[in-house]
């Protein structure tokens, strides 16, 4: 497993997060725990870890309740990482050690032209997890809203990762 860290280390893997819509809980304590103010709906989130060109699904976290930060996730990913990881990902993880993002627009000013081609480079490399993303609800099961059990959630999108995994004919990281 260490041969597979360290040419992970080498690579700067990307990372992005999607919700999915759930049942409503019959709770309110639970309605609460998964309702995402973004989209309005109880969700699942889940992060997806790629490398560059999106040929391998690195990590997946699954299941995660709808109003969690794309950044809390990341912080608790990171540590089953090297120290020396890097990874790139979108605004929603700034902030993030070792983690590229591309440069916001300053306040009532314009963005000067190199920092604009400079967040265009960044999302050129940052599409790929995407198209994994695209992969996976391509399922109908992960795109949609799910109506199974909660027990049942990180199940069956694993074996979704599993079957986009094949697909893609990635077999380094088992």
Known sequence: ??????????????????????????????????????????????QIITTPKGTEIVDVIVGEKGPVSDVKILRKQQDKFDKKQKFQGD????????????????????????IKEENQEKARKRIFVEHVIRLIKIFGIARERFRLKDNNYQKVILTICG??????????LA
């Open 163 to 172: 079957l986009v995994r094949l697909r893609i004919r990635s077999f380094i």
């Open 91 to 114: 605004k929603a993880y700034e902030g993030v050690e070792r983690t590229t993002t591309p440069k916001k627009k300053p306040r009532k000013k314009e963005m000067p032209l190199e």
């Open 1 to 46: 497993m260490e041969w597979v860290k360290e040419i992970l280390t080498e690579l700067e893997l990307i990372v992005d997060s999607t919700e999915q819509s759930r049942e409503r809980p019959s709770e309110y304590k639970d309605q609460e725990k998964y309702y995402s103010g973004k989209n309005k709906n109880h969700t699942f989130k889940n």
